[in-house]
């Protein structure tokens, strides 16, 4: 099948994740023994890693005199009650370390760190989503706003959005090495492919924006769909192989959809044809990005990817055509009708062409 990319430039473009696999990261984790022990525990499995290159150490805060290995790529504290987590984390800023300290305890812990003299900068804090209290009927309201119980409880939600900052952290922190820690840790993978698919649909905007020859924006933003789905491969441990490339004409079939609406559509609007090749080149990014991410979460199949990416593409082109019909709609109904119309069409003709390859594929 030919695509309009050219793979060569798209694997010669893409990080090599070879050698990631093989980058040495240093790691030390200092646990607080009064932290809540399912924090501990968390912290301690998401910091396991299977990974020869990555060295994890392990040090507990008792009152012994504190050292920071200046070799580190990163620290983490656990942090619970002990009053001299700020200093310790002053340590490790001044040897150079950067360091995350985690906790379910977060306003305490800011607190304690600042009566002491050692604040700690709120953006290297990672804590769960504060829960919402559940209050009595007859408070509800003047209450509303009273602070959550610390420590937050670890439950399946709370994990998912204390790794979520974890991982955040780690990505915006480490930027050199994010790929060796994503790599080397699951709970930084889906931060970084959530970063490279929102800056990959941003330049995707941007393209619509300013690209204004027609046709001129399809190689550019395809390109760029192309490596973003090699990055969020490359975040999950896939190498570039054959699968890869039938994944990568899965999501160019889904760019060349939504490319087709936001050209049919631009001609019932042509005064905010701009705003229409804008708009779907973000989001019909943002929409199949996501789609691959899942993908990987889930540790599905190229046939579960296709479909996920279609419905991805088929959501985008029906809010598209909704939006455009909305603006058209000044013009006479026969301009709405026709907006429908042809984003309908487009969409199942995308679908006809999808389905084609990917029985093709299987035949092969």
């Known amino acids: 099948m030919q695509l309009p990319v050219d793979i060569k430039a798209v694997i010669d473009e893409a990080l090599d994740i070879d050698e990631a696999r093989h980058t040495a990261l240093s790691v030390s984790v200092y646990l607080d023994d009064s932290a809540p022990n399912d924090l501990q ?156 698919v929102n800056t990959t649909a941003l330049q995707n905007a941007g393209v619509g924006l300013l690209v204004i020859i027609p046709g001129a924006d399809l190689p550019v933003m395809t390109l760029n769909q192309a490596k973003m789905l090699l990055m969020v491969a490359a975040a999950y441990g896939e190498e570039l192989n054959l699968e890869r490339v039938k994944e990568l004409a899965a999501l160019v079939g889904g760019a060349f959809a939504c490319r087709a609406v936001a050209r049919q559509i631009v001609a019932f609007v042509p005064g905010l044809g701009w705003a229409v090749k804008a708009a779907i080149g973000y989001a019909g990014t943002v929409a199949m990005g996501r789609a691959a991410i899942q993908y990987y979460e889930d540790g599905a199949t190229l046939s579960t990817l296709a479909q996920a990416v279609a419905e991805a593409r088929d959501k985008v082109v029906r809010a598209a055509a909704g939006r455009a019909a909305s603006t058209a709609r000044a013009t006479g109904a026969k301009a709405v009708a026709g907006v429908r119309e042809r984003a309908s069409g487009a969409a199942a003709s995308a679908r006809s062409v999808a389905a084609k390859r990917i029985s093709s594929g299987k035949a092969r």
């Not at 040090?59 to 200046?70: C, I, M, N, Q």
């Not at 620290?75 to 300290?101: C, D, F, Q, T, W």
């Not at 007859?138 to 790794?163: H, N, Q, W, Y």
């Open 41 to 196: 525990a968390h912290v301690r499995q998401a910091f396991a890693s299977a990974s020869p290159h990555a060295r994890v150490s392990l040090t507990y805060l008792d009152g012994r005199p504190f050292a920071p290995f200046e070799g580190d790529d990163m620290s983490v504290i656990v942090a619970g009650l002990n009053e001299k987590v700020g200093a310790y984390a002053e340590e490790l800023r001044a040897a150079g370390v950067p360091v995350m300290v985690v906790t379910t305890l977060p306003s305490i812990v800011f607190e304690l760190a600042a009566q002491q003299g050692h604040p700690i900068p709120s953006g290297d804090v990672a804590a769960p989503k504060p829960p919402v209290p559940v209050l009595p009927a007859d408070r509800r309201g003047a209450d509303a706003a009273e602070r959550p119980v610390e420590p937050f409880v670890l439950d399946d939600e709370a994990v998912a959005s204390l790794d979520e900052r974890m991982g955040g952290w780690v990505i915006e922190t480490c930027r050199e090495k994010r790929l060796a820690f994503a790599l080397a840790f699951p709970f930084a993978r889906k931060p970084l492919s959530l970063e490279a």
